[in-house]
Every structure is written in structure tokens, then in C-alpha cells.
């Protein structure tokens, strides 16, 4: 077995619409090996791992893998179930998954499956290799390459308690947290985007400008006033004592004696807690005597340099939650305790009650394992006990002198049993400390009765309060606080989400993108876009380079001034990480043709086809799919869409032919080219958007390519409810300007010279730009700066030497600085063996080994009447070059820099 490449989607991709991790992994001699011909193998397997047997595979039952095993099944598809297994051993929630053949590659498998974060769903899969390696007969274990696959660090141990124990260390680790897990699932339920910001617990929920952010029970509405009045315990307890709400009376001090006098001023028992401490830590209750107190207060000065003397309540702890202003769960708050059974040591009664599988460490579970630590010696001294004291049976045992769940507590839930006297108090604090999410902590002999009848009152308001005991109480039932905190943060009718526009296809996209982010900006958004010149936010470029993947969207998607975001969609990424996004509102295709076949399992036009339909797939129910009529492939497209599809055309007679004219007649959206004038046809009306002559980008009409890209960003604005006329407006304003569309058709006149700049990078883009050419020809001489990515295959090379010398008087071929595995040399061989067979005289062809050199020479080389194009791939350099030759008094001792040129 050899691992061959390894992917991480983590959003819509080729195989799924949902995140998950590929592994391509080539079983080399093993393809020979399906498991019905390895004796007892599948029998070992269950046996290790006996949750496989509850796997359904494709057979829709618990046992269907193992029946797969029995039958017959591939060591790949072995190893997607026991990765998966594995995680849900560990912890993870984690039940998605696939295995395929990959076409053309016998014995070359993708092994898919979905995972909770990615170090321990890749440390999964490593793992789930090097078991199934294991289980092989001696004769075939030969496992080579696992290094392409991120090794764990420490290594995994190779027994199985050990490894799980470890794999759950990961998940534990680089997982969230119960509070902040339970509101993720909640915003997710809602579909709701969710993206982690950080390793901890900080997350963005929402895309854009209509984003909230969260860590744990803390929101972006969080007041840091709020928060620090509730930390400082005496200033929050007195502001609710001023507004007539129960609290009890104490004081603040700093030193021993202070201390004393104040416990005898409030009278025995007291509790001494720091000012500003949390978690219950450093807090003493039951304090009864002079020795006690000043043991208390060193505990509590620890913490914090001021301590709070305070008159102790009878009754049980309370914990109340307040979401905005109003009262969602109430748990009454347990102590971390042990009770005796005349045998055993409380070290071992709390080495039992830690075995219990819902606690952990910290606050990873629901419940906190109870921590051998320095507070817990303190607590049971302070009853004559040590750790190794042994407790008459049924003989309760303190071990905290709080209720706190982190030190080991439990809860029960008492929501039903709350009296509406005390709801409104917990309510009134809430809302008085200024917190939206506050946990109340209420002490009350009988909660079913009214503190102002019973007793009682307010000891503490907190701000990030844990649900966990909400959540998964020890008793009683179980209470979604979850829902009413997402809710506050995004009321019914308020979307969590920015429109998303994703544009993909083998040419345009770029200047489509332009062109829709400059409607969008006419019809008064914000607007953040990617391309392949950059990342922008409102037309100001942030990053420079090629930023069409899913990694440069993911840079706009947080940023809260955005409120729309148009993604330039390209093939490489979409194979790399699949989309940045779940879901768009608004998907375009503007058409499939020949580009980077043969590249990353790409061998054909259906094959390039599956990967731009991943936006497709994408759109959302209420969204809609645009796509160009004129194309074959993106017509067959339309079957993926779940939402709506909008047609445009360039051609007016598509409306009486398939698939527009059915779909005109439905009532359905079309964006068509009629009389030279683009036309929005819907619900059988026909409305006006542009003269195609007024839109400057088409050149008066001679710019095919960029008729085709207006009339679909225009059709994308309309999906997307855009007024006719800031789609006309948009247009009307952009043009083919090196500012306003880099690299695109940027045309510059100088001492008589035109000079062409414009990204075309396959055949399909040489051929629109040899039509514009067409009005050029007969003049001076056309001069062509020509190259092609080192990915491409010796036949597009060759064909596109061929196609150079059909468009060009002379051609500049040139290679790039990334000639992408290919020796320096070797493509301009080949673009120059396809011109030549051509028929293209050797004299009128060159060699350069970059485009800057390419450039230079041709600057030096044209003359008044000539038309010199460039098609660069650092766009920016090269414009910078023409810029200064055209700014140039005397061109022929212009700034341009003095390349030296290989001619061949």
C-alpha cells in the first residue's frame, strides 16, 4: 500500500457536500487481495473492533459491512470503516464515508470520510492503515509512503486501548467544549454557517456583516461592563442590593485581623471568597471559627488581592441561566461528594466515582472528574478527614466547598419547580449587571417558594455561565439552553448570512466577477470578491496574487464589512479543498473547454465538467444556477441544481430552441443578446437592461468574450433581485481598464503603438482574443507574447504553437517562473515545433525564458502601426512595463527594463 496524496474538504467538493477527508491510496500487489480471500481476516477484524458489526455500508442495516467483508470488499474500503469506527471510538460523532475506484488508476483508490477536526480525523486514518497492515497475512504486509500522511506527533501506540485513549486525547484536545458544542450543533440545526477562529473556543457563527461571534456562553453582545461587574462580586452584589433584590451582607477586606472583624460583625458561619475569582476557586463556605476563617482567607488572598466576608445563607445552591432577560433552566447545584461504605478509603470512593464515563478532565465531558488537588486536602481537614480516612457507610463526605461543576459537582435539574417570585429575581439581576447570557447563582432553602417568604437570595452573578449542567444534568430532565441563545442572536426572519456569488468556468470568470462586484456596489452593497489578481473589499485590493481558491474566499467571509461576496471559482481549488463555503445563493458555470486536462485525475471534457458542477451542487434551495445555453456541458448542469437555473445566451435564436424556450414559457428567468441589446426575459415580460454598445468592456460589440460575461453577471444580479437599473449602471461603469479589470483585454496606445494585454491561458480564451484581433488586421504588424503553464499536456503545447502562428505576424513564446516539474527549455520546444508544423517561418518566431525578458523585447521591437499582445501571467509586472513605455518620451530609450532575449 502507498499513500499517494491526501486531501482536507471542508465544504462542498467533487465527491460530497460535506467536509471530509480523502486519502489516495494505492494497494499496488493488495488490489489482488479483496478480504474474501484472506483467511480470517474479516473475523479478526470484528474481533478487534467490534463495532463494525453495527456499520450499514450501502446495504442500509446494521451488519452490512460485515457481510461486505464475507463477500468480498477492498482493503480501501476496509480502511474508510475502520478510520470512522476508530473516531467514534474516540468520541467523535463521526458516521459519514466512501470508498472509489479512481478511473484510469487500477488498484488506485480515494478513501473518504467525515471527521470532527482535522488532526484526529487524519491521525484516524493513519491509523486505520497501520491496523489493517497488521491484520495481513505475513506474506503481504509491505505498507510504504504513510509518510504523505500527517504522522501524529507523538507517533500512535500500536495496541489498541492505548490507541484509542490516544485518539481521544485528540479529539478532546482540538475538539470544543460541551457549552460551546451544544451551541454549535444548535446554529448548525439552523444552518447556520459556523467557522472555528481559533484552536480554543472562539467562533464565528454567520458570514459577513451579519456575523455573531461566540466563545462558550459568551457572545459579541457580551457588555464588558456587564462582564466586569459580574467578576468584581461585591460592586455587582451591592448594585442589586440597591435595587431592592436579596443579597446577603458582607464586606470587603485585604488582611487577616479586617477579616476577623468582619465575620464577628455578620456573625458565624461566613463565606470567604476572592473578590474576583471564578470557577468556585478559592471560595470557603461553613467558615465557623477564627481558625477557619483566617485558613479561608489565605485561600482566597491566593486568588485575588481583595477578599469578600459574607453573611452564609441556609439552603441549597442554585444555579438560574438568563438569556436575554428571560429565564431558560434552573439546576440545583450538588457539591462534589462521596458516600461511605464502611470498606473502602475516599481515595478509592473517588477513584469510583471518577470511573463514571460522562466525567473528564477540565470541562471536556459533562462531568469533571474530582482532582486529587490542594483545595481538596484542605476540605477534608477541615472535617478531621485525609484522603486515606475510611467513612462509616452511608456517611456523606464534602469534597469542595462550593457546588461548581469544575470541582467536581453535580446538578439537578429544577426548572419546572421554580417559583415566579424567584424567576423574576433572576431575571431582574440579569438584566441589572447587564449581561445577555448570565448565570444567577441562588441560595434558597426551598426554590418552589418565594425568597421573599422563605429566605434566601442572590450570592453571585456570572458572566460565561457553563451549560453543561443544563445540558446533561446528573438528574432530571435535560434542558436545550442552546436554542434560546443562538435565537437571541439571530431572531427569527434575521438571516446569518451574506448573498454568497460563486463564479467558475474555463474563461471569464474573472471579469464576471468584476462585473457583478461592480453592479453589486451600484446597488449599495459592501462588497469583499476573490479573483485571480487578488483579494478586494470594496474594490480596495487587501492581498495581491492569485486568490481563486477556497483559502483566499475564506479571508472574506469573516471580514464583517462585507455584505455580499463574489468567489472566482477555480478548477485547482475546488480538487484541493472543494468550496470555501456550504451553500450559495447565486451559482454560475460560463462554460467548459478544454483546460489542465490530464492534471490531478482530470483526463477529459466530462471529467472538468463534474468539477465546475460542484458550484452547481452548491446553490441553495431558495439560490439559483446561472448557465450559458450555449454550451452543452453547463446544460446538462442544470439536473444538479436544487434551486432555480437562469439561462443566458448570446445567441437570440436560443430562445426558440431547448432548454430556454420551455423554460421562457414556464415562466422561468433568461438573460439573452437581442439586437445587440441585453435583455432580462421573465414571466413572459421582457425588460431592457443595456445597449451592448454602451457597455465599454465589449469594445461597441466587437468583444464577444465580454458579452458573454456581462450577460452573466447580469444574470446573476437579477437571480439575485438586483434592480434592472444598477445592473445597467454596473455595466455602463466598468471597463476594460487595467483598474478596473487587470489583465483582461487592457488596451494602451502609445507612439502609434497598441499594445494588448489580456490573461488568455488555454485555446479556447486564443481564439476570442484572435476575433478582437480581427479588427486590427491589415495595418502594421500583429505581434504575440505566447505561453502556456508548465501542467498542460505536449499536445495542448503543441497545439497552441499552432494556433500562435495562425494569429500572430511574429510570436514572442516565452515560458514561466513555475515550469512546474518541466525542464527550462522544454515547452517553448514544443510551442515552436507545433508553430512550424504549422507552417510558420522560423524567422518569425523567438524564445524567452520568462515573460518579463518577452516583454521587453517586444516593447523594443514594435513600431508605430503595430499591435503588440501580451499575455502574461504576472500581470501587474508586465503592465508596470508597458506603463512605462507608454509613459516614455522617447520609447526607444524608454525605462523598460533591458531583458536579454533567447531567440530561436
Given at each position: 500500500?502507498?499513500?499517494?496524496?491526501?486531501?482536507?474538504?471542508?465544504?462542498?467538493?467533487?465527491?460530497?457536500?460535506?467536509?471530509?477527508?480523502?486519502?489516495?491510496?494505492?494497494?499496488?500487489?493488495?488490489?489482488?487481495?479483496?478480504?474474501?480471500?484472506?483467511?480470517?481476516?474479516?473475523?479478526?477484524?470484528?474481533?478487534?473492533?467490534?463495532?463494525?458489526?453495527?456499520?450499514?455500508?450501502?446495504?442500509g442495516q446494521p451488519g452490512g459491512f460485515v457481510r461486505r467483508l464475507e463477500q468480498g470488499t477492498w482493503l480501501g474500503h476496509v480502511i474508510e470503516h475502520v478510520a470512522i469506527e476508530l473516531l467514534t471510538q474516540s468520541g467523535a460523532a463521526v458516521t459519514r464515508g466512501k470508498t472509489r475506484a479512481v478511473k484510469r488508476q487500477p488498484g488506485v483508490y480515494d478513501i473518504l470520510y467525515s471527521y470532527a477536526d482535522e488532526v484526529s480525523g487524519l491521525a484516524a486514518g493513519r491509523a486505520a492503515m497501520e491496523l489493517v497492515h497488521r491484520l495481513l497475512p505475513p506474506a503481504l504486509q509491505g505498507l510504504h509512503g504513510l509518510d504523505r500522511v500527517a504522522r501524529p506527533e507523538p507517533p500512535l501506540p500500536s495496541d489498541l486501548p492505548a490507541l484509542i485513549a490516544a485518539l481521544r486525547k485528540l479529539v478532546a484536545t482540538h475538539g470544543l467544549g460541551p457549552s460551546t458544542a451544544a451551541l454549535v450543533e444548535e446554529a448548525r440545526r439552523r444552518k447556520i454557517p459556523v467557522t472555528r477562529l481559533n484552536e480554543a473556543s472562539l467562533i464565528q457563527l454567520g458570514t459577513g456583516s451579519r456575523q455573531q461571534r461566540i466563545r462558550a456562553s459568551v457572545t459579541g453582545r457580551t457588555g464588558l461592563?456587564?462582564?466586569?461587574?459580574?467578576?468584581?462580586?461585591?460592586?455587582?452584589?451591592?448594585?442589586?442590593?440597591?435595587?431592592?433584590?436579596?443579597?446577603?451582607?458582607?464586606?470587603?477586606?485585604?488582611?487577616?485581623?479586617?477579616?476577623?472583624?468582619?465575620?464577628?460583625?455578620?456573625?458565624?458561619?461566613?463565606?470567604?471568597?476572592?473578590?474576583?475569582?471564578?470557577?468556585?476557586?478559592?471560595?470557603?463556605?461553613?467558615?465557623?471559627?477564627?481558625?477557619?476563617?483566617?485558613?479561608?482567607?489565605?485561600?482566597?488572598?491566593?486568588?485575588?488581592?481583595?477578599?469578600?466576608?459574607?453573611?452564609?445563607?441556609?439552603?441549597?445552591?442554585?444555579?438560574?441561566?438568563?438569556?436575554?432577560?428571560?429565564?431558560?433552566?434552573?439546576?440545583?447545584?450538588?457539591?462534589?461528594?462521596?458516600?461511605?461504605?464502611?470498606?473502602?478509603?475516599?481515595?478509592?470512593?473517588?477513584?469510583?466515582?471518577?470511573?463514571?464515563?460522562?466525567?473528564?478532565?477540565?470541562?471536556?465531558?459533562?462531568?469533571?472528574?474530582?482532582?486529587?488537588?490542594?483545595?481538596?486536602?484542605?476540605?477534608?481537614?477541615?472535617?478531621?478527614?485525609?484522603?486515606?480516612?475510611?467513612?462509616?457507610?452511608?456517611?456523606?463526605?464534602?469534597?469542595?466547598?462550593?457546588?461548581?461543576?469544575?470541582?467536581?459537582?453535580?446538578?439537578?435539574?429544577?426548572?419546572?419547580?421554580?417559583?415566579?417570585?424567584?424567576?423574576?429575581?433572576?431575571?431582574?439581576?440579569?438584566?441589572?449587571?447587564?449581561?445577555?447570557?448570565?448565570?444567577?447563582?441562588?441560595?434558597?432553602?426551598?426554590?418552589?417558594?418565594?425568597?421573599?417568604?422563605?429566605?434566601?437570595?442572590?450570592?453571585?452573578?456570572?458572566?460565561?455561565?457553563?451549560?453543561?449542567?443544563?445540558?446533561?444534568?446528573?438528574?432530571?430532565?435535560?434542558?436545550?439552553?442552546?436554542?434560546?441563545?443562538?435565537?437571541?442572536?439571530?431572531?427569527?426572519?434575521?438571516?446569518?448570512?451574506?448573498?454568497?456569488?460563486?463564479?467558475?468556468?474555463?474563461?471569464?470568470?474573472?471579469?464576471?466577477?468584476?462585473?457583478?462586484?461592480?453592479?453589486?456596489?451600484?446597488?449599495?452593497?459592501?462588497?469583499?470578491?476573490?479573483?485571480?489578481?487578488?483579494?478586494?473589499?470594496?474594490?480596495?485590493?487587501?492581498?495581491?496574487?492569485?486568490?481563486?481558491?477556497?483559502?483566499?474566499?475564506?479571508?472574506?467571509?469573516?471580514?464583517?464589512?462585507?455584505?455580499?461576496?463574489?468567489?472566482?471559482?477555480?478548477?485547482?481549488?475546488?480538487?484541493?479543498?472543494?468550496?470555501?463555503?456550504?451553500?450559495?445563493?447565486?451559482?454560475?458555470?460560463?462554460?467548459?473547454?478544454?483546460?489542465?486536462?490530464?492534471?490531478?485525475?482530470?483526463?477529459?471534457?466530462?471529467?472538468?465538467?463534474?468539477?465546475?458542477?460542484?458550484?452547481?451542487?452548491?446553490?441553495?434551495?431558495?439560490?439559483?444556477?446561472?448557465?450559458?445555453?450555449?454550451?452543452?456541458?453547463?446544460?446538462?448542469?442544470?439536473?444538479?441544481?436544487?434551486?432555480?437555473?437562469?439561462?443566458?445566451?448570446?445567441?437570440?435564436?436560443?430562445?426558440?430552441?431547448?432548454?430556454?424556450?420551455?423554460?421562457?414559457?414556464?415562466?422561468?428567468?433568461?438573460?439573452?443578446?437581442?439586437?445587440?441589446?441585453?435583455?432580462?426575459?421573465?414571466?413572459?415580460?421582457?425588460?431592457?437592461?443595456?445597449?451592448?454598445?454602451?457597455?465599454?468592456?465589449?469594445?461597441?460589440?466587437?468583444?464577444?468574450?465580454?458579452?458573454?460575461?456581462?450577460?452573466?453577471?447580469?444574470?446573476?444580479?437579477?437571480?439575485?433581485?438586483?434592480?434592472?437599473?444598477?445592473?445597467?449602471?454596473?455595466?455602463?461603469?466598468?471597463?476594460?481598464?487595467?483598474?478596473?479589470?487587470?489583465?483582461?483585454?487592457?488596451?494602451?496606445?502609445?507612439?502609434?503603438?497598441?499594445?494588448?494585454?489580456?490573461?488568455?491561458?488555454?485555446?479556447?480564451?486564443?481564439?476570442?482574443?484572435?476575433?478582437?484581433?480581427?479588427?486590427?488586421?491589415?495595418?502594421?504588424?500583429?505581434?504575440?507574447?505566447?505561453?502556456?503553464?508548465?501542467?498542460?499536456?505536449?499536445?495542448?503545447?503543441?497545439?497552441?504553437?499552432?494556433?500562435?502562428?495562425?494569429?500572430?505576424?511574429?510570436?514572442?513564446?516565452?515560458?514561466?517562473?513555475?515550469?512546474?516539474?518541466?525542464?527550462?527549455?522544454?515547452?517553448?520546444?514544443?510551442?515552436?515545433?507545433?508553430?512550424?508544423?504549422?507552417?510558420?517561418?522560423?524567422?518569425?518566431?523567438?524564445?524567452?525564458?520568462?515573460?518579463?525578458?518577452?516583454?521587453?523585447?517586444?516593447?523594443?521591437?514594435?513600431?508605430?502601426?503595430?499591435?503588440?499582445?501580451?499575455?502574461?501571467?504576472?500581470?501587474?509586472?508586465?503592465?508596470?512595463?508597458?506603463?512605462?513605455?507608454?509613459?516614455?518620451?522617447?520609447?526607444?530609450?524608454?525605462?523598460?527594463?533591458?531583458?536579454?532575449?533567447?531567440?530561436?
Amino acid at each position: 500500500m502507498r499513500v499517494i496524496e491526501r486531501s482536507i474538504y471542508r465544504g462542498p467538493h467533487l465527491y460530497g457536500m460535506h467536509p471530509m477527508i480523502r486519502i489516495r491510496l494505492d494497494l499496488g500487489a493488495l488490489e489482488q487481495w479483496p478480504t474474501d480471500r484472506l483467511d480470517g481476516f474479516a473475523a479478526a477484524l470484528v474481533a478487534l473492533l467490534p463495532g463494525l458489526s453495527e456499520h450499514h455500508c450501502n446495504l442500509g442495516q446494521p451488519g452490512g459491512f460485515v457481510r461486505r467483508l464475507e463477500q468480498g470488499t477492498w482493503l480501501g474500503h476496509v480502511i474508510e470503516h475502520v478510520a470512522i469506527e476508530l473516531l467514534t471510538q474516540s468520541g467523535a460523532a463521526v458516521t459519514r464515508g466512501k470508498t472509489r475506484a479512481v478511473k484510469r488508476q487500477p488498484g488506485v483508490y480515494d478513501i473518504l470520510y467525515s471527521y470532527a477536526d482535522e488532526v484526529s480525523g487524519l491521525a484516524a486514518g493513519r491509523a486505520a492503515m497501520e491496523l489493517v497492515h497488521r491484520l495481513l497475512p505475513p506474506a503481504l504486509q509491505g505498507l510504504h509512503g504513510l509518510d504523505r500522511v500527517a504522522r501524529p506527533e507523538p507517533p500512535l501506540p500500536s495496541d489498541l486501548p492505548a490507541l484509542i485513549a490516544a485518539l481521544r486525547k485528540l479529539v478532546a484536545t482540538h475538539g470544543l467544549g460541551p457549552s460551546t458544542a451544544a451551541l454549535v450543533e444548535e446554529a448548525r440545526r439552523r444552518k447556520i454557517p459556523v467557522t472555528r477562529l481559533n484552536e480554543a473556543s472562539l467562533i464565528q457563527l454567520g458570514t459577513g456583516s451579519r456575523q455573531q461571534r461566540i466563545r462558550a456562553s459568551v457572545t459579541g453582545r457580551t457588555g464588558l461592563i456587564g462582564a466586569e461587574l459580574a467578576a468584581n462580586k461585591h460592586a455587582a452584589k451591592r448594585l442589586l442590593g440597591d435595587i431592592g433584590l436579596p443579597v446577603p451582607r458582607g464586606e470587603v477586606v485585604r488582611d487577616r485581623p479586617s477579616a476577623i472583624a468582619a465575620a464577628r460583625r455578620l456573625g458565624w458561619p461566613v463565606v470567604v471568597k476572592p473578590l474576583d475569582g471564578n470557577h468556585g476557586r478559592g471560595v470557603s463556605t461553613h467558615v465557623g471559627d477564627n481558625a477557619m476563617l483566617l485558613a479561608a482567607f489565605d485561600a482566597a488572598r491566593s486568588i485575588s488581592r481583595s477578599v469578600i466576608i459574607e453573611q452564609m445563607l441556609t439552603g441549597t445552591d442554585h444555579r438560574f441561566l438568563v438569556v436575554g432577560g428571560k429565564l431558560v433552566a434552573v439546576a440545583e447545584r450538588v457539591p462534589a461528594h462521596v458516600v461511605g461504605n464502611g470498606r473502602d478509603s475516599i481515595r478509592k470512593l473517588i477513584d469510583t466515582v471518577n470511573a463514571d464515563p460522562r466525567r473528564g478532565d477540565g470541562h471536556q465531558a459533562v462531568l469533571t472528574r474530582i482532582g486529587l488537588d490542594d483545595a481538596l486536602h484542605a476540605c477534608l481537614a477541615l472535617q478531621n478527614r485525609s484522603i486515606d480516612s475510611i467513612p462509616l457507610p452511608g456517611e456523606h463526605v464534602a469534597l469542595a466547598g462550593t457546588a461548581n461543576l469544575s470541582t467536581g459537582g453535580t446538578a439537578i435539574d429544577r426548572t419546572d419547580e421554580v417559583h415566579p417570585d424567584n424567576a423574576a429575581i433572576a431575571e431582574q439581576a440579569a438584566l441589572a449587571i447587564g449581561l445577555d447570557v448570565a448565570g444567577i447563582d441562588i441560595v434558597s432553602p426551598d426554590i418552589g417558594r418565594s425568597l421573599y417568604e422563605a429566605g434566601g437570595g442572590i450570592v453571585e452573578v456570572n458572566a460565561a455561565p457553563g451549560l453543561r449542567m443544563h445540558l446533561a444534568p446528573s438528574e432530571g430532565s435535560p434542558r436545550d439552553v442552546a436554542r434560546p441563545i443562538i435565537a437571541s442572536l439571530f431572531p427569527r426572519r434575521r438571516s446569518s448570512r451574506i448573498p454568497v456569488f460563486a463564479v467558475t468556468g474555463t474563461n471569464g470568470k474573472t471579469t464576471t466577477v468584476r462585473m457583478l462586484a461592480r453592479i453589486l456596489r451600484e446597488a449599495g452593497y459592501r462588497v469583499g470578491f476573490t479573483s485571480t489578481s487578488g483579494v478586494y473589499i470594496n474594490d480596495c485590493r487587501q492581498v495581491s496574487g492569485d486568490a481563486s481558491g477556497p483559502k483566499s474566499a475564506r479571508r472574506v467571509l469573516p471580514n464583517p464589512v462585507v455584505d455580499a461576496a463574489v468567489f472566482e471559482t477555480a478548477r485547482g481549488g475546488l480538487l484541493r479543498e472543494g468550496l470555501a463555503f456550504d451553500l450559495c445563493d447565486v451559482g454560475a458555470v460560463l462554460n467548459v473547454s478544454e483546460d489542465h486536462l490530464g492534471s490531478r485525475g482530470v483526463h477529459s471534457l466530462r471529467d472538468l465538467a463534474r468539477v465546475k458542477s460542484v458550484v452547481v451542487r452548491a446553490v441553495s434551495r431558495r439560490g439559483a444556477a446561472v448557465l450559458n445555453a450555449d454550451d452543452p456541458r453547463t446544460i446538462a448542469m442544470a439536473r444538479h441544481c436544487r434551486g432555480r437555473v437562469v439561462w443566458f445566451s448570446n445567441d437570440a435564436a436560443a430562445l426558440q430552441r431547448a432548454p430556454i424556450n420551455a423554460h421562457v414559457a414556464d415562466g422561468g428567468m433568461a438573460m439573452l443578446n437581442i439586437d445587440q441589446t441585453i435583455v432580462r426575459i421573465h414571466a413572459g415580460e421582457r425588460q431592457k437592461v443595456a445597449d451592448i454598445r454602451d457597455i465599454p468592456a465589449t469594445l461597441g460589440g466587437i468583444a464577444e468574450f465580454n458579452i458573454l460575461n456581462a450577460l452573466a453577471a447580469a444574470a446573476m444580479a437579477a437571480a439575485h433581485c438586483i434592480n434592472i437599473p444598477a445592473i445597467a449602471a454596473g455595466l455602463r461603469s466598468f471597463q476594460a481598464s487595467f483598474e478596473d479589470s487587470p489583465g483582461r483585454l487592457n488596451i494602451v496606445e502609445a507612439h502609434g503603438v497598441t499594445v494588448i494585454i489580456d490573461y488568455a491561458h488555454n485555446p479556447a480564451a486564443l481564439n476570442a482574443l484572435a476575433r478582437v484581433l480581427d479588427r486590427y488586421r491589415g495595418k502594421g504588424r500583429l505581434i504575440g507574447m505566447v505561453g502556456l503553464p508548465g501542467d498542460r499536456r505536449d499536445s495542448d503545447l503543441r497545439d497552441v504553437g499552432a494556433q500562435a502562428a495562425g494569429m500572430f505576424d511574429e510570436i514572442l513564446f516565452r515560458e514561466g517562473a513555475d515550469g512546474r516539474g518541466r525542464e527550462r527549455g522544454t515547452m517553448n520546444a514544443l510551442m515552436v515545433e507545433g508553430a512550424l508544423a504549422a507552417g510558420k517561418d522560423p524567422a518569425t518566431v523567438r524564445c524567452f525564458v520568462n515573460e518579463a525578458d518577452a516583454t521587453d523585447f517586444g516593447l523594443r521591437h514594435v513600431r508605430p502601426g503595430d499591435v503588440l499582445v501580451l499575455t502574461p501571467t504576472d500581470v501587474d509586472a508586465i503592465f508596470a512595463r508597458v506603463q512605462a513605455f507608454a509613459d516614455a518620451r522617447d520609447p526607444e530609450r524608454s525605462a523598460v527594463h533591458e531583458g536579454t532575449s533567447h531567440d530561436g
